[in-house]
């Protein structure tokens, strides 16, 4: 089993930052697809990010404030989010996934971290 540990949610004000990090201890983390979901409270879930090697990939409204990176040394995977807004706020999880390209699809991700609360006030 794949085990991802995530940190660094939290609450902070409008316009903020936040680094989400996603720790795996193998080196076979280098293989996987990774990425970030999020589910606000009454919402659906919602594809954030994904990482594969150097190629990323992000939902519309993340780019420009949102970057997803990866450090191959530490075998982490982090969520750097700027300018936050409000609705933000939601519960984050990492994800991981094998295959031959990226995918936005939740059902596509096979191993999931416990989730980490971000939230954003106005």
């Known amino acids: 089993q794949v085990q991802l540990v995530e940190s660094g949610g939290g609450l902070v004000q409008a316009g903020g930052s936040l680094r989400l990090s996603c720790a795996y201890s193998?080196?076979?983390?280098?293989?996987?697809?990774m990425g970030w979901f999020r589910q606000a409270s009454g919402k659906e879930r919602e594809f954030v990010a994904a990482i594969w090697w150097s190629s990323t990939h992000y939902t519309d409204s993340v780019k420009g404030r949102f970057t997803i990176s990866r450090d191959n040394a530490k075998n982490t995977m982090y969520l750097e989010m700027n300018s936050l807004k409000p609705e933000d706020t939601a519960a984050y999880y990492c994800?991981?996934?094998?295959?031959?390209?990226?995918?936005?699809?939740?059902?596509?991700?096979?191993?999931w971290g416990q989730g980490t609360q971000v939230t954003v006030s106005s």
């Open positions: 994800a991981a996934r094998t295959g031959l390209s990226m995918s936005r699809r939740s059902d596509e991700y096979r191993y």
């Open positions: 193998e080196r076979t983390f280098n293989t996987l697809i």
